[in-house]
């Protein structure tokens, strides 16, 4: 047997405890007794939506089915067919004591029973015959629990999404400005040199600084979107090849003691966002620099083909473990090895963003030669 029954205006419910009296609150009463049902429905009536049950069966077929599921459950303890303990058991398998409260219903003064019904994972207990006013302030106060702790659980996860993304941005911020800056710096000084020579590291110096606020601009962009949303892009025609060879460039300078070695074959033009690429490129390169074996080279090698550019990025370094690899490019992962230093471990995991953005797949491989790191971008 069910019934339900709405008292009250559909669009306010006196006493309501939900902002603005939107709804009153959904209370399932389960008694095999006809007149404890009667009983119960009349103390809740004036604030709440009651639905009654005259079996636990009922009750939970009714819950699997409903799009409303109640706000607190009020279950007489001693039934013949389903029990109390029976039904509290069933509903603790998919829902917790905050997400939905039991109320007991039992005749036992036993400090045993009583234990027993909280136990099976009843929230409270009101002994019978119940006192209206009870009834009615126990099933509120649970309500008023359940609701405060939906409150309490999307202020927190609110509060994690704001914390990892400003942490986020902060750290994509420090780590890509990074290479850029020293780039500036190391013009800045060549500069004072009045030759052709200083005139171009002075046109370096002005195309990195123009890229940084590039960067500025767009990671302040980034942070107005959810971060599961994905990095925003500005998609034009690309020569990767340019691309790569300026960032080469601008690493080698900032570097004048590494060995970068630079190979392009084929068509490398694409539609694509030019400074991403570039934090790419900067990232793998910067990556490789710091975890190589000293004194020997980074390769960078770009391959077009008809619908495709390969870029794959290699140094000579310890050998990851396989385990490993897969984490790498996961955010906040520093490097392993002994070349890891205390850096945020963004790196990588900027690279994974921006290719993925692009529809195109990066991948690890390591073993006693070395470690490469290939990106695949679909041209179009």
């Not at 004036?46 to 409303?68: D, H, I, N, P, Y």
């Not at 279950?75 to 109320?103: K, Q, Y």
């Not at 690899?325 to 921006?354: E, N, Y």
Request: hydrophobic share 40%; charged share 20%.
């Amino acid at each position: 047997m069910t019934a339900s029954l709405d008292h009250g205006p559909k669009s306010e419910h006196r006493g309501s405890i939900y902002p603005g009296g939107a709804r009153a609150i959904r209370a399932w009463v389960v008694d095999d007794s006809p007149l404890q049902l009667e009983a119960a429905r009349a103390a809740l009536a004036e604030r709440c939506e009651v639905t009654v049950f005259l079996s636990g069966s009922a009750a939970l077929e009714q819950l699997s089915m409903s799009e409303k599921p109640p706000d607190v459950f009020v279950l007489d303890w001693n039934m013949p067919e389903m029990t109390g303990a029976e039904v509290c058991a069933f509903l603790r398998t998919s829902s917790d004591a905050a997400s939905l409260p039991i109320l007991v219903l039992t005749a036992t003064t036993t400090r045993e029973g009583v234990q027993d019904a909280l136990s099976a994972g009843a929230n409270d207990f009101v002994r019978k015959p119940f006192v209206a006013e009870e009834l009615q302030a126990r099933v509120e106060s649970l309500a008023r629990t359940k609701l405060l702790h939906a409150k309490l659980l999307t202020a927190e996860r609110l509060m994690k999404v704001e914390a990892e993304f400003r942490e986020r941005f902060i750290g994509m911020l420090a780590h890509d400005l990074r290479q850029p800056l020293n780039t500036v710096f190391m013009a800045s000084q060549l500069q004072r040199a009045a030759s052709a020579e200083g005139r171009k590291f002075a046109d370096m110096q002005l195309r990195a600084a123009q890229r940084m606020k590039r960067m500025i601009g767009e990671l302040l962009d980034f942070t107005r979107n959810r971060p599961d949303t994905g990095l925003p892009l500005d998609r034009r025609p690309v020569d990767f090849a340019a691309v790569a060879s300026a960032v080469v460039e601008e690493i080698q300078v900032a570097n004048p003691q590494v060995d970068l070695h630079l190979s392009i074959d084929g068509n490398c033009e694409g539609t694509w966002d030019s400074d991403r690429l570039a934090q790419v490129c900067s990232n793998l390169i910067g990556n490789g620099i710091e975890h190589r074996i000293p004194e020997t080279p980074v390769s960078v090698m770009l391959h077009g083909s008809k619908s495709e550019v390969l870029l794959v990025v290699s140094n000579r370094s310890e050998p990851i473990p396989e385990s490993a690899l897969g984490a790498l490019f996961a955010p906040f992962r520093r490097g392993v090895g002994k070349a890891s230093t205390g850096g945020l471990g963004l790196g990588l995991h900027i690279v994974s963003q921006i290719v993925t953005a692009h529809g195109g797949t990066v991948s690890a491989g390591s073993d006693q030669h070395g470690t490469h790191f290939r990106v695949t971008l679909p041209k179009a």
